[in-house]
């Protein structure tokens, strides 16, 4: 088997998720200039509530098959997802647009503390077993193992992403969207509902999220009220490194993120003669971020600002 | 809020009064771990403790954030300096001892330093790329104390260093109980006005820096930078005194806590307290001394708060416990954080000039 | 600095509604309070709450029986705290378990804050027993207060690293850790013991506890080719691992420590985890006298298994009750000595402390996942 192979196909699988749940976080700064922090714990809430679908699908209609039911817990994650950001929107983001710019971060905190003890209270403190709907197969590919489930993530993924640059390039919604995220006030002039063109991003990215916690949580069978934070804390960094507000920046970052965990976590022992190992995973996905902003400091496809905006 | 505003518009019109004013002041400081630890118990006066731990933290990284608006979220990282540092020259894992006041300014330097090495390459980089990398410095500091190990151990890993000497003064080790004047004072009344002088002197320092020509340059910064620049204010060297002395406090802080503690170990320093000290400083109100200093002791105080009350209060009022105490004690906290934000966007007690500028920034 | 004091004001007339409860029950037995802690927020609180149960359990069954020390009939009532596995907030609640006058404390869950805390009791006096932090650390600090029910690391390490190479037939190991303080202490003891049976170690790797995708480093182990790999870490990673490491298609064993011989274990792992082995300090549950009887007053109370240090806290109240009676006092002062001789039949296993409070001469037990379930294999050491 080659090891190398390997090591990018996990990357690739790793990537994808990220670059899903970075979009979320990059479509709310590109029009608001907030970080979402609470984006995160959306996307842990989607993966229970899928969980909780499919189990209730089980015991009520076991003659169901598989695909329906992972379709109807999907169509009901995403709207509970949907729902839920366009709330948090509502209440805690909307009051504040014209506050100082550091107040809605703590209600996004404040939102993210608040979702997950509710999801706490609601499905108990335990690791949650996801079941298997399906039979996957592994594939061998250059050399490297990789199951249908990864496949259909990397897949899934792909398709998300394209649509969501289609949605955005060519439609009405998305020319809305982009002028919205130029200017707020221009936009409201050319007659735009910012309000609407906001919450409808907002629940895109959560509908994406909602997606991606799905994914997740099928990649490794387990779902727990605390898996957003890491994950959103990460798809974050991820747009950051591809250049925050632009979406083929977020696909860039996450994909990158995901390559240099997992060949940083295999190789950084040989690199460093054996001083640092894989521990020192999280750092070098660190270092490489501080490396890539002292050059680009808007990061990798971030578009130069000019120095007034 | 604003019968403290008058209160002190009166006694300002009178010195005699404004004496009076400090000495009832001074008189409620000296006491208040007393009548805490009479009332309600020894605990409260560790919670307060830690919150004046908490204060000067949450000043120190009002100095980054309030005054020169720079968005730091991976403050904790020099605190976690600091109390590694007071771990490792006063404790028997390298058998060294230094007493605290040759301790106090090399832990206080090191952090310093570790400011100055996350400025450096960031002088570049604004407001939310700042935040990431400062984030990122955070968690690499952690993941280096929690790891350092192996192949040489320095920071025993995960298990952390135990045995911290405290802070001893004439052989007497202040975590402990002595008599003076008749009074039992326990290890933690004594922590207690230790920590209240050294926050004395960081209020005094933060308010005098403020004041100086280096506290308007920051807020110069804070402002407009390009219009800082072009009034002839060297940015680079402000900016990177603003991480310094930021980092200062921190390490400082570090210090105590390792100290009161007598154990530090890298769980004390992940990502949600630099998130929670941050919380301090803009819940309180960004940029104002004050206002950061209640934001700190109010955020401290009210989950033990809510720890003694949750089970109660549900009691009272529905005649049973329905919801887990400790879930509603967090759920409680988190709401707590979006409604003052929602009622009062600029912070519980915003500097007054504040307000202006604030909306000015947000209309970009 | 004037709202301050408003503020605590505030904060006194808050505190006092709680308090002041007076020192006998309705019926008028005496209560005594007995303290757990343990984290009850956060990402490991399904085990906090698991040893919480486990301690009330014990507890009710005392109130039940209705004991009697010094001629009074005892009400223990259990003030159970939550410390958020976060050093600071340990000697907190400590320093409340202290004020709330209770005699004796069952906690705290992990080393890290089992240590600051001991502190606090070992100067007040109140005998603390852990039913889960193994650190080594922990009892030796010379504290006379401090016991543990669980066999720390280096007693649990060492049964490991020698099965892994005697009985296993391992050569080449691969050992990850999950760098909690507990993960870390197994895996140096393992690997110690493993080296010092004649092994290599292959490579060491780590994960986080907050990660669910070990890829990357399995993917390094696999070209290593190890006989056995071994995780010092929690369940609710070994499970996903287990997954991950079939998908791989590594063939090594798998082998680990008490936090993975669980239920839960078998739930999250799936079919993969089958032929996984794995120890738990003392004697399987269901060979103790009182042990299937406790899994199952567990489930009927709570309608949840056993997560894993349940019946550890159970024990560890168990012998704190004992230790009162046998002494004829609730002083901790006075049952302290007593609670030094014990020499208790738990449903974990014979209780006896060696001079520091480790448990002595502590047995593990070692299991392997066939069809599902775990299986008893055989126990190792042990004096008793």
Redesign the interface.
């Given at each position: 088997m080659d090891i190398f192979a390997q090591q990018v196909i996990n990357g690739l699988v790793l990537g994808s998720v990220y670059a899903l749940v970075a979009l979320g976080y990059t479509m709310v700064y590109g029009i608001l200039g907030l970080i979402n922090f609470a984006h995160g714990e959306v996307v842990m809430i989607g993966a229970m509530v899928a969980l909780a679908a499919v189990s209730m699908l089980m015991t009520a209609a076991p003659e169901m098959s598989p695909l329906l039911m992972i379709a109807v817990a999907a169509i009901v994650s995403i709207i509970t997802c949907m729902v839920l950001a366009f709330s948090i929107e509502r209440l805690a983001y909307r009051p504040l647009r014209n506050a100082p710019r550091l107040a809605p971060l703590i209600t996004a905190i404040g939102i993210s503390i608040l979702l997950q003890n509710i999801a706490m209270i609601i499905w108990g403190r335990k690791y949650k077993t996801v079941p298997e709907l399906f039979e996957f197969d592994t594939h061998i590919i250059f050399g490297a193992n990789i199951t249908d489930l990864q496949v259909i993530i990397i897949g899934v993924s792909a398709i998300l992403m394209t649509l969501l640059l289609l949605v955005v390039n060519f439609t009405k919604l998305g020319r809305a969207m982009r002028a919205t995220s130029e200017s707020q006030k221009v936009a409201g002039l050319m007659g735009i509902n910012i309000n609407k063109i906001i919450s409808a991003t907002f629940m895109i990215g959560a509908g994406l999220g909602a997606i991606a916690g799905i994914l997740v949580a099928g990649n490794y069978s387990v779902a727990h009220y605390s898996m957003g934070f890491m994950l959103g804390l990460k798809a974050f960094t991820a747009a950051v490194l591809g250049g925050i507000g632009n979406l083929g920046g977020a696909v860039l970052g996450g994909l990158l993120l995901g390559l240099i965990e997992s060949i940083g976590a295999g190789y950084i022992g040989q690199l460093t003669g054996g001083f640092l190992g894989s521990h020192y995973q999280d750092v070098f996905a660190f270092v490489v971020l501080i490396v890539v902003l002292v050059f680009r400091p808007t990061g990798i496809m971030g578009e130069r600002v000019a120095e007034r905006a | 809020?604003f019968l403290?505003e008058r209160?002190r518009v009166m006694i300002a019109d009178n010195r005699k009064f404004l004496w009076l004013g400090y000495a009832l002041?001074l008189a409620?400081?000296v006491l208040?771990p007393f009548l805490?630890s009479g009332?309600?118990?020894?605990?409260?006066v560790?919670?307060?403790d830690?919150a004046l731990i908490y204060a000067m933290l949450a000043l120190g990284l009002n100095i980054v954030?309030g005054f020169a608006g720079l968005?730091d979220l991976g403050y904790i990282a020099f605190y976690a300096v600091g109390a590694y540092a007071w771990a490792l020259l006063a404790s028997p894992q390298f058998d060294l001892h230094l007493p605290f006041w040759a301790i106090l300014p090399i832990g206080a330097g090191v952090a310093a330093l570790f400011g100055v090495l996350l400025g450096a390459?960031?002088l570049?980089?604004?407001?939310?790329?700042l935040?990431?990398?400062t984030?990122?410095?955070g968690?690499?500091i952690r993941?280096?104390l929690?790891?350092l190990?192996?192949?040489v151990n320095v920071t025993n890993?995960?298990?952390?260093i135990?045995?911290v000497d405290p802070i001893s003064v004439g052989g007497a080790d202040l975590t402990?109980t002595h008599e003076f004047l008749g009074i039992d004072f326990s290890?933690?009344h004594i922590y207690y006005y230790v920590l209240v002088l050294i926050l004395l002197a960081t209020i005094v320092t933060c308010v005098r820096l403020e004041r100086s020509r280096i506290g308007r340059a920051w807020v110069a910064i804070r402002e407009d930078e390009?219009a800082a620049q072009a009034m002839g204010i060297n940015t680079r060297n402000v900016k990177l005194l603003a991480f310094a002395l930021g980092a200062t406090f921190g390490g400082v802080a570090g210090g105590l806590?390792a100290s009161l503690?007598?154990?530090?170990?890298p769980?004390?320093f992940v990502?949600l307290e630099s998130?929670m000290v941050?919380?301090m400083v803009?819940?309180g109100g960004?940029g104002h001394v004050?206002g950061v200093?209640?934001g700190a002791?109010?955020l401290t105080?009210l989950p033990?708060?809510l720890?003694?009350?949750a089970s109660?209060i549900q009691k009272a009022l529905f005649g049973d416990v329905y919801?887990?105490p400790?879930?509603l004690?967090?759920?409680l906290?988190?709401?707590?954080?979006?409604l003052v934000?929602?009622v009062r966007?600029?912070g519980l007690?915003p500097a007054s000039s504040?307000r202006v500028s604030?909306?000015a920034?947000?209309?970009? | 600095m004037l709202l301050k004091r408003v503020i605590t004001m505030a904060i006194f007339g808050l505190m006092l509604v709680g308090c002041g409860q007076s020192e006998q029950s309705e019926d008028g037995a005496r209560i005594v309070r007995i303290g757990h802690v343990g984290p009850l927020t956060g990402p490991i609180s399904h085990l906090g709450k698991d040893n919480e149960r486990g301690a009330l359990l014990a507890i009710e069954e005392a109130n039940q029986a209705n004991v009697v020390i010094a001629g009074e009939r005892i009400r223990f009532e259990l003030i159970s705290e939550d410390d958020e596995a976060n050093p600071q907030k340990g000697t907190v609640v400590a320093q409340k378990l202290v004020d709330s006058e209770v005699v004796g404390v069952v906690g705290h869950l992990n080393s890290g804050t089992t240590i600051p805390a001991s502190k606090i009791y070992y100067d007040s006096g109140i005998p603390q027993i852990s039913p889960s932090a193994t650190a080594i650390m922990y009892t030796h600090q010379d504290y006379e207060t401090a016991y543990r029910v669980m066999a720390n690391d280096e007693q649990q390490g060492k049964v490991l690293g020698d099965y892994a190479v005697d009985t296993l037939g391992a050569k080449g190991i691969a050992v990850i850790d999950d760098r909690s303080a507990y993960g870390k202490g197994l895996a140096d003891e393992f690997q110690a013991a493993a080296e010092a049976a004649g092994a290599t170690i292959l490579t060491r790797e780590f994960t986080d506890i907050a990660k669910t995708d070990f890829t990357a480093i399995l993917t390094k182990i696999k070209g290593l080719n190890p006989d056995v790999i071994f995780y010092g870490g929690m369940d609710s990673q070994a499970g996903p691992m287990m997954k991950q490491i079939s998908n791989l298609g590594i063939k090594a064993i798998y082998l680990s420590g008490d936090g993975t011989q669980t239920k839960q274990f078998l739930v999250l792992a799936g079919d993969e985890g089958n032929g996984v082995y794995a120890s738990s300090p003392g004697l399987p549950l269901d060979q103790m006298a009182g042990g299937p009887g406790f899994r199952e007053k567990f489930k009927q109370t709570y309608h949840e298994d056993i997560q894993i240090y349940a019946p550890y806290a159970y024990d560890a109240t168990n012998v704190m009750i004992d230790a009162m009676v046998r002494a004829d006092s609730v002083d901790p002062e006075v049952y302290l000595p007593s609670l030094k001789s014990t020499d208790y039949q738990g449903v974990t296993g014979q209780i006896r402390f060696d001079e520091r409070g480790d448990l002595q001469g502590g047995s593990i037990s070692l299991y392997r996942v066939s069809d599902g379930e775990w299986e008893y294999i055989e126990t190792v050491g042990g004096g008793s």
């Open positions: - | 809020m403290i209160a002041l409620a400081l208040l805490l009332t309600v118990g020894r605990t409260w560790r919670i307060l830690f954030v968005l390459p960031t570049r980089l604004r407001g939310d790329y935040a990431i990398v984030l990122g410095f968690e690499i993941i280096f929690n790891n190990d192996h192949p890993g995960p298990i952390g135990n045995k402990r290890g933690v390009l806590f503690q007598g154990f530090v170990s769980e004390s990502l998130i941050l919380c803009v819940l960004m004050y200093l209640l002791l109010l105080v033990e708060v720890r003694s009350s109660p919801i887990d400790e879930a004690r967090m759920l906290f988190g709401l707590a954080l979006i934000m929602l966007p600029t007690w504040r604030s909306r920034q947000t209309n970009k | -």
